[in-house]
């Protein structure tokens, strides 16, 4: 039942999710906005149009898109969207998550150099930039819950029990660094606006505007699975309940994720994008927060 309840909220739940941001986003600027399930219909308009590929791209353009979907499912399996046990999980799963979403983010990368545009391989320098500073930001966040857990699979390092001063410090810490690591990730504001067409700040967005039809929609969908993931693991931190795989977990989870996408719309509508040369010090925020949890797990065997 775990399994099932799994697979129909990896199905349902990325959409749902990406859905609140955008009504989130509507109350703010005052308007009604589209349906929740608007994700959904734009992902069917896609799926039944052609892909238009240029003479300049070889297969490795088509090949991209597929490989952004098929990484960021990965990554979803060893996650608990629902707070208890995931699909899938083994020991130090959480470092090949780590590179898994690395290997998606790189096709695209990839993907949008092939092109032979100096628009999208900008795009693609600015990611790469990013993402150098953002991945030790991860590994420092999950390195310090594993230290305090002493678990090895990230469902039990994501679950941790807080019974001192030290311990609090990590899980606020980490789940400050993994709010960061989710907006930079799934190209949000502060960092990134996915709905802008300027090329002073375009990112996530410059990089895919060579994709159309399927392709264009498994990238959709691949961005969508990974907002859903980086949701669900900060809404098991907040979990109070975490580890179980009854009702009462799930539902919590789920209602946790919501806030999640929340509060993440909340921030593109207040909070107004940062200059380009302002990124990178956003993003070290997220490492420094990493490391005051790394050096909050050493306090914490010292004590």
Request: neutral net charge; without cysteine.
């Amino acid at each position: 039942m775990a399994a099932v309840a799994n697979l129909a909220a990896l199905v349902v739940l990325p959409f749902v999710l990406l859905g609140t941001v955008t009504r989130i986003k509507s109350i703010w600027s005052g308007r009604k906005g589209p349906p929740i399930l608007q994700p959904v219909f734009d992902v069917l308009r896609l799926l039944r149009k052609s892909p238009v590929y240029s003479d300049t791209t070889t297969p490795l353009f088509r090949i991209a898109p597929y490989v952004l979907l098929v990484t960021s499912v990965g990554g979803a399996a060893l996650t608990p969207l629902l707070g208890g046990t995931p699909l899938i999980s083994f020991p130090f799963d959480f470092v090949w998550f780590a590179y898994a979403w690395a290997l998606g983010r790189f096709s695209v990368m990839l993907a949008a150099m092939d092109t032979g545009s100096s628009f999208e391989g900008m795009g693609a320098g600015r990611e790469a930039t990013f993402s150098t500073i953002l991945e030790p930001a991860l590994f420092l966040a999950l390195g310090a819950l594993s230290l305090l857990t002493h678990a090895r699979t990230l469902h039990q390092v994501i679950a941790p029990h807080l019974r001192d001063g030290p311990s609090v410090v990590v899980w606020g810490t980490a789940v400050v660094t993994l709010m960061i690591v989710l907006q930079v990730e799934t190209a949000r504001m502060p960092v990134d606006d996915p709905a802008t067409h300027l090329e002073l700040t375009m990112v996530h967005e410059v990089m895919v505007l060579d994709h159309s039809g399927p392709d264009l929609a498994a990238i959709q969908i691949g961005s969508a699975v990974k907002f859903l993931t980086g949701a669900s693991i900060i809404a098991t931190l907040l979990n109070p309940w975490h580890g179980g795989d009854g009702p009462l977990v799930a539902v919590t989870n789920i209602a946790l994720s919501l806030g999640v996408a929340a509060v993440v719309g909340t921030i593109e509508s207040l909070v107004a994008r940062l200059k380009l040369r302002a990124v990178p010090h956003y993003i070290a925020a997220a490492v420094f927060a990493g490391i005051v949890a790394l050096l909050a797990t050493a306090w914490r065997a010292t004590s």
